[in-house]
């Protein structure tokens, strides 16, 4: 079935460091790739998404890049601070008329100050 | 707007007793989800909702049931539970069943079945 496999399942960063968080997908019919971002104990929120159409998309400090070719999207944030520690998952639309969304098992980012 | 809510927040049950897991969402979206989060695992679709009056299978169905109650409500049931199933449940809410549809989280129901 399906499958998005996400790497790397912990990252840890100082402070003011760039990290970066990869995602492959499966299913060539998938075109819609949202990330979301969970801190301890709360519910997982959306902080960027990217279209198919689309190679890249940038939200101040956090980036998204898409190749679809190769049927691989990463997270890049820049300027890591504390308060990006969380872990973040990506997902990508199951093809066809479903839409559901399939994640990865999510990545664990530490910043240390 | 409160967004999704749900209720319980947490609930401890034990094997083979039944519970309900309320949702509701205050945005008038069409499709709805549920979803059981366990460490390492990412978030699973148990069951989902298009829109009002259809629910079908999601990856992990089994052991589960849901009721589309309405446009703004969706419930999970569990009717003899398992530890197998102690879990984090997160209901979801999206405009449509596009694919292409931010989802909406509520805060979760952490449950324990001993």
């Known amino acids: 079935g399906e499958n998005v496999e996400q790497h790397p399942s912990t990252l840890s960063v100082q402070e003011g460091d760039s990290a970066v968080i990869k995602c492959t997908y499966s299913?060539?019919?998938?075109?819609?790739f949202p990330w979301y971002k969970q801190e301890l104990g709360k519910r997982p929120q959306l902080i960027i998404d990217?279209?198919?159409?689309?190679g890249e998309k940038k939200d101040q400090r956090i980036a998204v890049t898409l190749n679809k070719t190769a049927k691989h999207f990463s997270l890049h944030i820049t300027e890591t601070q504390p308060e990006d520690s969380a872990v973040y998952f990506c997902?990508?639309?199951?093809?066809?008329?479903?839409?559901?969304?399939?994640f990865g098992k999510g990545t664990k980012l530490s910043v240390k100050p | 707007n409160a967004g999704v809510t749900q209720t319980p927040k947490f609930q401890v049950l034990k094997t083979g007793q039944s519970m309900t897991l309320q949702c509701a969402q205050d945005?008038?979206?069409?499709?709805m989800y549920w979803y059981r989060q366990d460490p390492g695992m990412g978030l699973r679709l148990i069951y989902y909702?298009?829109?009002?009056?259809?629910?079908d299978k999601g990856e992990v169905p089994n052991g589960y049931n849901v009721s589309r109650l309405n446009k703004r409500e969706f419930s999970l049931r569990l009717e003899s539970a398992a530890p197998s199933q102690t879990s984090v449940y997160f209901c979801?809410?999206?405009?449509?069943?596009?694919?292409?549809?931010?989802?909406?989280f509520g805060p979760g129901t952490r449950l324990l079945v001993l």
């Open positions: 979801a809410s999206s405009e449509a069943l596009t694919g292409e549809e931010t989802q909406y």
């Open positions: 299913d060539s019919a998938s075109n819609y």
């Open positions: 990217i279209r198919s159409n689309v």
């Open positions: 997902a990508a639309s199951k093809g066809g008329s479903q839409g559901n969304l399939i």
């Open positions: 945005m008038n979206h069409n499709s």
């Open positions: 909702s298009a829109s009002e009056g259809t629910t």
